[in-house]
């Protein structure tokens, strides 16, 4: 089992940032694959960016160039950290634990507003 809870969201303007947290927790030698999703009103779940144990990773073309994926050298902790915010990205963020177990786990999400 794995838990996983967010941290670091709120209320930005557009063009500022936020650094987004994910505390793992349980059996973390397990996890192969993280991700960051957000899903806003009226949408589906998107796929922002992922980093694997080996510490590769990837990114949604909507949010290249601008969020960047890390990890923790224990593994214990998740960040996204995005830049250059804007209107669109206003949503909810999830973390996501993939397993060597073929398991996936998920956070309680956190929002993101980008307003003026």
């Known amino acids: 089992q794995v838990q996983l809870v967010e941290s670091g969201g709120g209320l930005v303007q557009p063009g500022g940032s936020l650094r987004l947290s994910c505390a793992a927790s349980?059996?973390?030698?397990?996890?192969?694959?993280m991700g960051w999703y957000r899903q806003a009103p009226g949408k589906q779940r998107e796929l922002l960016a992922t980093i694997t144990s080996r510490g590769n990773t990837n990114y949604a073309d909507s949010v290249k160039g601008r969020f960047t994926i890390s990890r923790d050298n224990a593994g214990n902790t998740l960040y996204l950290q995005m830049n250059s915010l804007k209107l669109e990205d206003t949503a909810v963020y999830y973390c996501?634990?993939?397993?060597?177990?073929?398991?996936?786990?998920w956070g309680q999400g956190t929002q993101v507003t980008v307003s003026s």
């Open positions: 996501n634990a993939f397993t060597t177990r073929l398991s996936d786990y």
């Open positions: 349980g059996t973390i030698s397990s996890i192969y694959t």
